[in-house]
């Protein structure tokens, strides 16, 4: 497990070389089952089992997912694995500063909660501490590793999708819809293995376009096909307006991206063009039959009626009329927002993690962790494929539209995952890449 913690030398010997194998085996099964945790345990199912992850009360231990307790205790481990644990935590943030930022970021906002908003604090490490000690354990992955890791993802995003769409045809649902207590038997939204409808669609959108710019060179090219296909097509039984819109809007700028590229004298791959060829009318095509079959029909009902969403956006902005300038800076009175949020109607929250920081945290605490989040996603972006910042775009720009990251969730988590998994730079120019970076900062 040390290895994921500092920097390996050959061995020197066969017996070194075993040992080192074995080692590497041990830590690959260990973040395997991190990736099933974080993937296919969701909140729902956590409720399902007895939890009180998502309620008020209960044990403070249950407040925390279990891949957030498994991945800081991986992370324990792989450190005193070596001869110097300390040493070896120095080394890693140092290839990885951001992660330290972003460990800072977190204890700031987490005293701010815990000693002057007297908010839960649990949201904030739960969102942002598993990221950033994903990127500490992933941030230098071998080929055979990531291949490991990669087909796992692949399958479990493939099977949601699959049970998104069986739950949405056939009415039955893996796990309760449940919300702050209250069953929503009502919903047709799928919610499968990741959980939420909102975070099914984020993230499902995020595995699409980690696929259209490459994220799926582990699979073969007709498994890449049909796993981008399905995953289209669970995105209507998710019913995320935004995340279908912007996944629709992103993919076509990709296309005329390349389009362009050609046309400037970028070489043309012959077997993809052929493929997008024979592509196009299976897909008119299919989507002729999800409209004759009324698939589609609860999610375009959605854009006619939209339940209030829209107001609920335009409404949220109100609040801040009514909070002082010295209460936006330091952190508005939560009993204040409280009031305002029952008055217009926006008891579930803010539906825009920005403002809903600036709510919770005020202003100077919450620039703090947006310059963490930011960063971090720039330090992604630099460790991997050019593809991953039309991933992270992606993800920023809905999740801007959802409580998401104000709230407790994984998804920061899971993007992570698949951008340093999916997109890891190939042995050919990940030393450039990495040295690219430490010449940089």
């Not at 498994?70 to 943030?93: E, N, V």
């Not at 090219?221 to 996944?247: H, I, K, N």
């Not at 063009?273 to 009318?281: G, H, I």
């Not at 299919?286 to 959605?302: A, H, K, P, Y």
Request: proline residues 4%.
């Amino acid at each position: 497990m040390a290895a994921s913690l500092r920097a390996q030398p050959f061995p020197a010997s066969r017996g070194a070389l075993a040992t080192g194998s074995a080692e590497s085996r041990l830590l690959t099964a260990a973040l395997a089952l991190f990736v099933v945790l974080v993937l296919a345990l969701s909140p729902f199912a956590l409720t399902a089992l007895g939890f009180d992850y998502s309620e008020t009360g209960g044990n403070a231990l249950t407040k925390f997912h279990p891949a957030t307790l498994y991945i800081l205790s991986l992370a324990l481990l792989a450190a005193l694995a070596t001869s110097d644990p300390f040493g070896a935590i120095l080394r890693a943030l140092h290839e990885a500063p951001v992660a330290l930022l972003m460990l800072l970021a977190i204890l700031l906002g987490t005293l701010h909660s815990a000693f002057i908003s007297r908010l839960p604090v649990t949201p904030l490490i739960e969102t942002f501490l598993p990221a950033g000690v994903t990127l500490l354990l992933l941030r230098r992955i071998s080929e055979q590793r990531g291949r490991t890791l990669a087909l796992l993802i692949h399958g479990i995003m493939i099977a949601n999708a699959a049970i998104g769409i069986f739950e949405y045809l056939s009415g039955w649902r893996l796990t309760p819809f449940v919300i702050k207590g209250e069953d929503l038997a009502y919903e047709w939204r799928s919610t499968a293995l990741l959980g939420h409808p909102l975070a099914n669609s984020i993230l499902t959108g995020s595995y699409i376009l980690t696929l259209a710019v490459g994220g799926g060179r582990d699979l073969p090219r007709w498994l890449r096909l049909a796993a981008f296909c399905l995953s289209l097509a669970a995105m209507v039984t998710y019913g995320g307006r935004a995340a279908s819109v912007l996944v629709v809007l992103m993919l076509a700028a990709l296309v005329v991206r390349r389009v362009l590229a050609v046309l400037n004298g970028a070489p043309i791959n012959v077997t993809t063009v052929t493929a997008a060829l024979v592509s196009v009318p299976f897909a008119g095509a299919g989507l002729l039959t999800l409209l004759s079959t009324g698939f589609l029909e609860r999610f375009l009902d959605r854009f006619a009626d939209d339940s209030g969403s829209a107001q609920t956006r335009s409404d949220m902005f109100e609040i801040f009329s009514h909070v002082p300038l010295p209460d936006l800076l330091f952190g508005p009175d939560p009993r204040l927002v409280a009031t305002w949020q029952s008055l217009l109607g926006l008891e579930r929250g803010v539906e825009s993690f920005w403002l809903s920081f600036l709510l919770s945290h005020g202003l100077l605490v919450s620039l703090v962790i947006f310059a963490a989040l930011l960063f971090f996603c720039r330090d992604l972006v630099r460790r991997t494929c050019p593809g991953a910042a039309w991933v992270l775009l992606y993800f920023v720009g809905v999740a801007s539209l959802s409580l998401s990251l104000a709230g407790k969730s994984n998804v920061l988590t899971v993007v992570t995952l698949f951008v340093l998994v999916l997109l890891r730079a190939s042995s050919s120019n990940r030393t450039s890449a990495i040295a690219q970076a430490v010449n940089v900062r």
